[in-house]
Antibody, heavy 117, light 108 residues
Framework: EVQLVESGGGLIQPGGSLRLSCAAS????????MSWVRQAPGKGLEWVSL???????YYADSMKGRFTISRDESKNTLYLQMNSLSPEDTAMYYC???????????WGRGTLVTVSS | ETVMTQSPATLSVSPGERATLSCRAS??????LAWYQQKPGQSPRLLIY???TRATGIPARFSGSGSGTEFTLTINSLQSEDFAVYYC??????????FGQGTKLEIK
């Protein structure tokens, strides 16, 4: 059974950094396409980043240069390193596994990031 | 960047009736369109991909149609568990993608 469990969220001051984790089970992160999607409180979904099975990475324009997606094969875990955080980055962050149809077939429950002084 | 616009923002429908949700793309996305359902406090769930193919385990009362720039999600015989927020997503310029702002389907 595919499971995704995010962690690492919390309250962080503007300008700070945070690393989110997404522990996977039931499949190999290193052989999958994985994404991060965020949702600001009361708002819609916003795609953040994607990593190919081959390791190539992609970002939404507003996150490029500040966020870094990565993975650890030995821990079967996906990461999102977030730097220079601002209040606009406050959101629930979800990790998702993409299927062969290029859509997000499995989602975690999310981890909440709050950027505030 | 392809902008996805959903309408209406809120749709009120009675249980047992049919709901029709719309999604428009600012440029053609072919059939590279998905629909997701999100209930309060839950993560999104994939309903439809390829504009019209139901994902595994999705009931037949959910159907998708359209191509190019105009898409529709139809839910027949609404059940209580169908009242939720629905998002469309284009993945035509994959790996980049974008979501619509969502349509809240509420009980009339």
């Amino acid at each position: 059974e595919v499971q995704l469990v995010e962690s690492g969220g919390g309250l962080i001051q503007p300008g700070g950094s945070l690393r989110l984790s997404c522990a996977a089970s039931g499949f190999a992160v290193s052989r999958s396409y994985m994404s991060w999607v965020r949702q600001a409180p009361g708002k819609g979904l916003e795609w953040v980043s994607l990593i190919y099975s081959g390791g190539d990475t992609y970002y939404a324009d507003s996150m490029k240069g500040r966020f870094t997606i990565s993975r650890d094969e030995s821990k079967n875990t996906l990461y999102l390193q977030m730097n220079s955080l601002s209040p606009e980055d406050t959101a629930m962050y979800y990790c998702a596994k993409l299927g062969s149809t290029r859509t997000m077939d499995y989602w975690g429950r999310g981890t909440l990031v709050t950027v505030s002084s | 960047e392809t902008v996805m616009t959903q309408s209406p923002a809120t749709l009120s429908v009675s249980p047992g009736e049919r709901a029709t949700l719309s999604c428009r793309a600012s440029q053609s996305v072919s059939s590279n369109l998905a629909w997701y359902q999100q209930k309060p406090g839950q993560s999104p769930r994939l309903l439809i991909y390829g504009a019209s193919t139901r994902a595994t385990g999705i009931p037949a009362r959910f159907s998708g149609s359209g191509s190019g720039t105009e898409f529709t999600l139809t839910i027949n015989s609404l059940q209580s568990e169908d009242f939720a927020v629905y998002y469309c997503q284009q993945y035509d310029n994959w790996p980049l993608c974008s979501f619509g702002q969502g349509t809240k389907l509420e009980i009339k």
